[in-house]
């Protein structure tokens, strides 16, 4: 099985691998030291298993399968964690593999006799497959940062750096104050791990930051049109059925 080893600790990259040694079924094709850097590999190296660090700098273990581009086949995943028993019990009330720091070989050798056999069975695989990324979605969705693209470019964004997000031909974009980029999100994912007293659904294909906004003007039919902090002050029209959610917003309107 072709794996990446994910983790921020350098020692525990070196001490994982050096195990994994001991399994020749298991061949380490590259590490990653963080969420964007394991995204980027994940895509160019496309493994069969990670080795994934639960807690990074810049995005979780979660975020990162969740950033995974729909494209890209999502590998089996062994979820690495300094977590004590009482916070894994979540990963074992929904059967996910998972090894507790530090690492003990006799553990080690049981994930990846498991990781191996669902390997060798293609409806086991996509299933194991479909149950973590069922359960990386159902997981808390706060977004601390925003994993953006451009062209080869993986960006990762604090949310208040992005004005508004808009579905534009079917792709979600990101709109600073001097770029564009597109992102691995749904609008609703987005809604529901933002800020909610910061990020408004003006329309139903916009997602505004409401701390950018320069300026509001009365529009058609007792609406709002919203003028944008970026550098063409870009004109963005409240939806009627939005207009009263926004009013409500922003006492005194």
Same mark, same amino acid.
């Given at each position: 099985?072709? !794996? ?10 070196? =001490?994982?691998?050096?195990?994994? @040694?001991?399994? %020749?079924?298991?061949?380490?094709? @590259? ?5 964007? *850097? ?7 190296? +496309? ?19 969740? &950033?995974? /581009?729909?494209?890209?086949?999502? %590998? ?8 004590? +028993? ?7 009330? *929904? ?17 990846? $006799? ?5 390997? !060798? ?5 996509? *299933? $194991? ?9 159902? &997981?808390?969705?706060?977004?601390? +940062? ?12 604090? /949310?208040?750096?992005?004005? #508004? ?14 770029? &564009?980029? #597109?992102? *691995? ?5 987005? $809604? ?11 329309? =139903? ?16 039919? &007792? ?9 063409? !002050?870009?004109?963005?029209?409240? !939806?009627?059925?939005?207009?009263? /959610? ?8």
């Amino acid at each position: 099985m072709r !794996s990446l080893v994910i983790d921020d600790e350098a020692d525990a990259r070196a =001490r994982l691998i050096r195990l994994l @040694g001991a399994h %020749p079924e298991v061949a380490v094709i @590259g590490e990653a030291q963080d969420g964007l *850097n394991a995204i980027e590999k994940i895509e160019e190296l +496309q493994p069969d298993l990670l080795f994934l660090d639960i807690e990074m700098p810049g995005l979780k273990g979660f975020e990162v399968l969740r &950033s995974i /581009p729909s494209a890209i086949e999502t %590998p089996l995943v062994i979820f690495t964690t300094g977590y004590d +028993q009482h916070a894994l019990a979540a990963f074992e009330a *929904n059967a996910l593999a998972y090894l507790l720091k530090p690492i003990e070989p006799e553990r080690l050798g049981q994930a990846v $006799e498991r990781a191996r056999k669902l390997h !060798s069975i293609e409806a086991d695989r996509e *299933n $194991e497959r479909q149950h973590v990324l069922r359960v990386a979605r159902e &997981s808390p969705k706060v977004l601390r +940062q925003i994993v953006c693209r451009k062209r080869d470019r993986l960006v990762l964004l604090p /949310p208040n750096d992005i004005l #508004w997000f808009a579905i534009q031909d079917g792709i979600v974009r990101a709109r600073t104050a001097t770029d &564009s980029f #597109w992102v *691995n999100y749904q609008l609703a994912e987005l $809604e529901a791990g933002l800020a909610p007293e910061q990020f408004f659904r003006a329309r =139903r294909e916009v997602l505004v930051n409401m701390t950018k906004i320069r300026e509001i003007k009365p529009y058609f039919k &007792s609406g709002f049109l919203l003028i944008m902090a970026d550098a063409t !002050s870009t004109e963005i029209v409240i !939806s009627e059925r939005q207009v009263r /959610p926004f009013r409500q917003r922003i006492p005194g309107l």
